[in-house]
């Protein structure tokens, strides 16, 4: 990750669009970065953090989204430049903040980096974060490809400074996670100097305290801020035109979407037919230019995901400007040629010239595709979502999903963000009946715990990450304790943000930087909050069900924190605690009565039945040796010894 | 930088798997290869919950012009490095064509509905003839198991790249390889990487 350094100005690398980021932000000498870990975001807080003492970039992992924006804030008050970056929904969390610091206006140039998730592919919502730059009236930017990602970062902290407020740049996971060629500029020297001026008078931007007060007063000056930025835009070269003088149809796109388009026009032959508008510059858009281009045709399609929101803002323009450009006929969401949900691709953007253009496109023999299909659908087993093997989310929902069974009284889990939100799925046995936003399950658990006046017996139980913990689940859980809420809350404590790869956290001795740093014990917070709280090992089944029912029987609010650190951390994979095997004259196979529990119902990828010997086997390669199964085998046939 | 000769420009070439068998790391390097060569590279994939046991896939847009989209269109791949045989077989179903070309890791990754007994696994040879089928070349090779001569299964992938420089169809070089390797890779692991590439060339001729 480090190679990000390595390099002279005018060098060619192949960057992961969030290290091409990361680089802009460095090029353009960022101070400040602050984000909580989301995908697609996650590799350019880490990218920095990697490189932090080398340029002296304070960099942290925040205990949420809105606090990133607050510390990144910070900096940028102080007159440094400075950065914040999370996943679609971070833009929400943050959202109540943004409101304040885009009317109070910035000083160091502040970039907010939004990075969506089109098509869910890592997320639990395809949530749009363009309408927060709309919303709150701020500059939204988005990158076309890898080049524009890093250039585009530079560019958005000049613009920044220039107007004085916050710009947002929205990159989305197939620009994030995708991998391109990219020209490095140049690092700069430069002096880093902090100092937060707040002598001079509230209606003093740089000299005075910084605040939205007096709002309309304020208000007026950011829209003010927009009107320069929109300048800038008209004159910006990541707006680009390619194609015939006058086409037949005009396709304005922008993000990834940009690829998409001139790939489509490739493959469809129609470079003489359509003319491809890249908007780089998407909000407020920049009318001189839009004008120039809507005038070229009377045909227009929007090629861009999710909701229309470029499709949206350019029928606007097109109705400002109908007296000068005349009617246009547009294809695009609202029309039905564009899907308004999933992810965009080229093939897409065929499907939507071929029906404008009536054009025929066949990408393979049909004959071919069937029988690929038909082979494929018979011949490669679906791969349902699995925790991994040895993972301790296995061994906790097994155990609560027992409990819960046992108990009888039809109670429920309410999940929460993280691999653990698998547990919606069979590979931890449908055990949650609730997903939504980070820290929900417990305030939702919270409401449930008090519908006993109305007849509700059945037990609340609420899981929750040690991460997402830190992040939302705090207030929840005080307003739980407060009203008294009758629940019992399970902490997952894995020791790490697990699902986006280890990131730190304030209950971990360590810091984004990898320096030391105080860890907040999670069962201290609770104890000082009233709760009554029990600590057990997921690997300790039995133990961990005995401990569920006494909190089931105590009224009020419960904690269990099941500790034990995630299978693929590092200090997890470096060693098996457990040699786990398959006795073979113990194991009776369909004869037992257990039904295959291990394979059948447990399914740890690490265990497998030999259909010859009809016995269960442990898998070598898979098993990391957490013993979990042994705990789990009615005839006692799977058997652990300690590794020494 | 010299500028090299695509059978087809982009060259499109899936590396798939399942999650955890190091696909990312593999398309990463195949990607570093070829942009040393001065090609433009563009690699998409997918990270996060698709880890989790389900099957991944890295697209690698190859070209002597500027980025491809991170997504290889419906039946455009020229080219399949499969790390699990039934994952060719998905892959096939969206991204093949008569044309495509696919090596193919013979060890196979049982899917959890596998294990609990709800679907079936096929035979290998039944896997090789529908790949013969839908394919205009085909390699099946024991990487893993060699790998695992060589004591580490994940050395499976480097042979696996070893054989798409083999068959000859991209500018893959062993020197880019050492180089692209030798940025992150200590002396003694870089020679027994350099080892799995060599013996992987050496399966495809």
């Known amino acids: 990750m480090s190679s990000i350094l390595r390099g002279e100005a005018g060098t060619r690398h192949l960057l992961m669009g969030n290290e091409a980021i990361a680089r802009g932000a460095l090029e353009a000498g960022v101070c400040v970065a602050a984000g909580y870990p989301g995908t697609p975001s996650s590799e350019i807080i880490e990218t920095l953090a990697g490189v932090s003492a080398q340029q002296n970039v304070y960099v942290e992992w925040s205990v949420n989204e809105k606090v990133a924006m607050e510390v990144a804030a910070a900096g940028s008050f102080a007159g440094l430049r400075s950065m914040c970056v999370m996943k679609q929904n971070g833009v929400n969390v943050g959202s109540d903040f943004l409101l304040h610091l885009a009317i109070t206006g910035t000083r160091g140039g502040m970039v907010l980096v939004a990075c969506d998730d089109p098509g869910a592919l890592s997320s639990a919502n395809e949530g749009e974060s363009r309408h927060f730059a709309r919303m709150l009236e701020i500059p939204l930017l988005e990158p076309a490809d890898f080049q524009e990602a890093k250039d585009m970062i530079k560019w958005a902290f000049e613009l920044s400074e220039e107007i004085k407020n916050v710009v947002m740049v929205r990159s989305v996971t197939r620009l994030s996670h995708a991998s391109g060629n990219v020209i490095f500029g140049k690092l700069p020297e430069i002096e880093k100097k902090a100092f937060f001026h707040h002598e001079g008078s509230i209606m003093d931007p740089l000299q005075g305290p910084m605040s939205s007060l007096p ?12 009107k320069q930025a ?53 909000w407020p858009l920049p009318p001189k230019l839009l004008e120039k281009y809507l005038g070229l045709t009377d045909k227009i399609l929007v090629v861009e995901e999710v909701i229309p929101f470029l499709e949206e803002n350019i029928k606007i323009s097109a109705a400002e400007f109908a007296a000068r450009v005349g009617p246009k006929t547009f294809f695009g969401k609202r029309e039905g040629y564009i899907p308004q949900v999933g992810e965009m691709n080229s093939d897409r953007v065929v499907s939507a010239l071929s029906k404008i253009l009536s054009l025929e496109y066949e990408a393979v023999p049909e004959s071919y595709s069937q029988r690929a299909l038909e082979l494929s659908n018979s011949g490669a087993p679906g791969r349902d979502l699995t925790f991994c093997a040895g993972c301790p989310h296995r061994a906790s929902f097994w155990t609560i999903h027992n409990t819960l069974q046992m108990d009888g009284r039809q109670g429920f889990v309410c999940g929460d963000i993280g691999c653990y939100s698998l547990a ?11 997903l939504h936003a980070m820290g929900s399950g417990i305030g939702l658990a919270s409401g449930f715990g008090k519908l006993a006046q109305f007849g509700m017996q059945q037990p609340v139980v609420a899981v929750v990450g040690d991460s997402t913990f830190f992040h939302a689940a705090l207030p929840a859980l005080i307003n739980a304790i407060h009203h008294q809420s009758d629940i019992t809350l399970v902490v997952l404590d894995n020791s790490g943000t697990a699902m986006t790869g280890f990131q730190s956290h304030p209950g971990l001795a360590v810091d984004a930087t990898g320096n030391q740093a105080p860890a907040i014990d999670v069962v201290k917070v609770c104890q000082a909050m009233g709760a009554t709280v029990r600590v057990s090992d997921p690997f300790e089944p039995e133990k961990t069900q005995q401990t569920l029912f006494e909190l089931f029987e105590i009224q009020g609010l419960k904690v269990l924190v099941l500790k034990q650190m995630c299978a693929l951390s590092p200090e997890k994979k470096a060693k098996k605690m457990f040699e786990v095997s398959v006795d073979e004259t113990v194991c009776i196979g369909q004869a037992c009565g257990c039904n295959q529990l291990c394979t059948r119902i447990f399914k740890c990828p690490g265990l497998n039945w030999d259909k010859e010997k009809q016995v269960s086997k442990i898998d070598e390669f898979i098993c990391v040796g957490c013993g979990m199964c042994a705990s789990i085998c009615p005839s006692g046939a799977i058997r652990k010894k300690e590794v020494a | 930088m010299n500028r090299m000769n695509l059978p087809f420009d982009p060259y499109n070439v899936i590396i798939t798997g399942v999650g955890g068998q190091g696909n990312v790391m593999a398309s990463r390097i195949v990607g570093n290869m070829l942009s040393r060569k001065g090609l433009s590279v563009t690699i998409g994939e997918t990270f996060g919950a698709s880890q989790r046991g389900g099957s991944v896939m890295s697209h690698l847009r190859i070209s002597t012009g500027s980025s491809w989209s991170p997504q290889i269109p419906n039946g455009k791949c020229h080219l399949i490095i499969s790390l699990e045989p039934t994952e060719a077989m998905r892959v096939l179903a969206t991204y093949g064509n008569p044309n495509v070309k696919v ?73 880019d390889f050492e180089a692209a390797l030798a940025e992150n890779l200590s002396a003694d692991k870089l020679e027994l990487n350099l080892k799995a590439y060599d013996l992987g060339v050496g399966m495809v001729q």
């Open chain 1, 215 to 226: 709002v309309v007063h304020k208000h007026d000056q950011q829209q003010e801020k927009l």
């Open chain 1, 424 to 434: 919606m799925l069979p590979t931890g046995f449908n055990t949650l009946k609730t």
């Open chain 2, 103 to 175: 090596l193919c890791n013979t060890r196979p990754i049982h899917a959890i509905g596998v294990i609990s007994g709800d679907q079936q696994y096929p035979d290998l040879d039944e896997i090789t003839a529908w790949v013969a089928e839908l394919s205009e070349a085909f390699w099946f090779l024991d990487a893993t198991e060699k790998a695992m001569e060589l004591g580490n299964p994940i050395l499976g992938n480097i042979m696996m790249i070893g054989a798409a420089a083999g068959i000859g169809v991209l500018p893959l070089d062993r020197k």
């Open chain 1, 230 to 282: 929109v300048a800038r835009y008209e004159e910006s070269a990541f707006n680009a035109y390619s194609g015939p003088r006058s086409p037949e149809l005009l396709l304005v796109t922008g993000s990834a979407c940009y690829l998409y388009s001139k790939e489509a026009v490739s493959l469809l032959g129609v470079e003489d037919r359509v003319g491809l508008l890249k908007l780089g510059t998407t």
